[in-house]
Every structure is written in structure tokens, then in C-alpha cells.
């Protein structure tokens, strides 16, 4: 399922799957970036909840690519959302982002 979901993600301009890896595209990464640092969050806000912001941002960007470059497969927009915001967990830059939305929310 990982390669068909790599590939599906590919054809909307989301990723690059390499022989070993699958790699963020950067300008969808950049996009995502200038956006998290927009959520507003309030003091004490749980991770959860901030998740389920940086999830909304996630969505609305990975369904205008579809709009531009796939189209025929915008269906996939949800579950292709899902892929990559597990996949940026499970690599450590969502945690990151998150931290940095944090910070930035306290200064």
C-alpha cells in the first residue's frame, strides 16, 4: 500500500518517491511551512488540537494540488492527506513544525 500511495502522491505534485525514500516536494513543503506559521493557537492549546489545525492546512493545500496537477484523482485528496501528515510524523517534521508554531506562538 505504501507504493501505491507514494505514487498517487507523486502524480498530484506532493512528493518524489526515490528506490529508498520518499521525499516532501519542497515547494509543497515551503507551502505548508508559510501556512503553519499562520495557525493561530492559543496558550495551552493541546497537541491534539493543534494537529487537527496543521491537518486542516495540510488538507486544503494537497487538495488545490490535486486541482492543478491530477485532477482525475482529486477522490484521493483526503486519504493522500492522511499519508503525508503520518509520513512527516514518522519522520520527525511534524514534530518539528509543531514546535516551532509553539514557539512562535509564545513570543
Known amino acids: 500500500m505504501y507504493y501505491t500511495l507514494c ?12 528506490p529508498r525514500r520518499l521525499i516532501t516536494d519542497p515547494g509543497f513543503w515551503n507551502e505548508f511551512c508559510n501556512r503553519a506559521v499562520d495557525v493561530k493557537i492559543k496558550p495551552g492549546k493541546s497537541i491534539a488540537k493543534l494537529q487537527k489545525s496543521l491537518f486542516k492546512v495540510c488538507h486544503e493545500i494537497v487538495k488545490k494540488r ?9 477522490r484521493h485528496a483526503d486519504l493522500i492527506t492522511l499519508f503525508m501528515f503520518n509520513f512527516w510524523n514518522a519522520t520527525g517534521l511534524l514534530p518539528m513544525t509543531q514546535a516551532v508554531v509553539i514557539l512562535g506562538a509564545n513570543l
Open 7 to 18: 505514487r498517487v502522491a507523486e502524480r498530484a505534485g506532493l512528493a518524489h518517491k526515490e
Open 66 to 74: 490535486y486541482a492543478q496537477h491530477d485532477p482525475d484523482n482529486a
